[in-house]
């Protein structure tokens, strides 16, 4: 398998070497739930929940938050996060997974991606946008922040990461316009403190 192996997050879960984690929910989560583009009630799923930040927030924001991560360390983290916070599983949860194979037991209403399609070598993102495709109800919200990590090796043809760089075409392409309905940009931009950035965008279900 091309990219980052488990183990490989496993050894950095499991040191606390983490440079990406905020130590907090995303700033655009928030945003996101103010909009009321996620509400009580609905069923969100966040791939890639790491320490699972995010799913505290959606927790207790009402929502019905469950979290995917194939590494035991970050899903041994989140749970003890969500414990800690007394919430209840129907407000918060974790699986281990791998979001390649895994399936959802109903249609959702929301997935929020953040991490886990940087996270991923590029050769398995047409497989993993599928997936969230098939997850997703019509009409469902992918609420996704495209990182924007270029690196210069990139004009050789170079593919570093993770994080992957999730350049806007690309993602135009992998999330084409027949499966999906697109925003007019400008997108809202959201600064990450690794000097990187990320573009928020939010794509409707066909």
């Given at each position: ?134 997850w997703l109800k019509p ?55 690794q000097g990187w950035y ?9």
């Amino acid at each position: 398998m091309a990219g980052p192996t488990q183990d490989f997050w496993q050894q950095r879960f499991s040191s606390g070497q983490m440079p990406w984690d905020r130590g907090a929910p995303h700033p655009q989560l928030q945003r996101w739930l103010q909009d009321g583009q996620i509400q009580a009630g609905q069923r969100v799923l966040v791939p890639g929940c790491g320490q699972g930040h995010e799913l505290l927030s959606l927790g207790q924001a009402g929502v019905h938050a469950l979290g995917l991560d194939y590494t035991p360390a970050a899903v041994t983290l989140a749970r003890q996060r969500i414990a800690e916070a007394g919430l209840a599983p129907e407000q918060a949860r974790v699986e281990q997974a791998d979001v390649l194979s895994w399936q959802a037991p109903q249609p959702l209403d929301r997935v929020y991606e953040q991490t886990c399609l940087c996270a991923l070598h590029p050769d398995h993102w047409r497989a993993y946008a599928d997936q969230l495709q098939r997850w997703l109800k019509p009409g469902g919200l992918l609420l996704a922040l495209f990182m924007q990590a270029r690196r210069d090796n990139a004009g050789q043809g170079f593919i570093e990461g993770p994080p992957y760089h999730g350049d806007i075409q690309a993602m135009r392409a992998l999330f084409s316009s027949d499966r999906w309905d697109w925003p007019a940009p400008p997108y809202a931009s959201q600064a990450h403190e690794q000097g990187w950035y990320e573009l928020a965008v939010v794509l409707t279900r066909r």
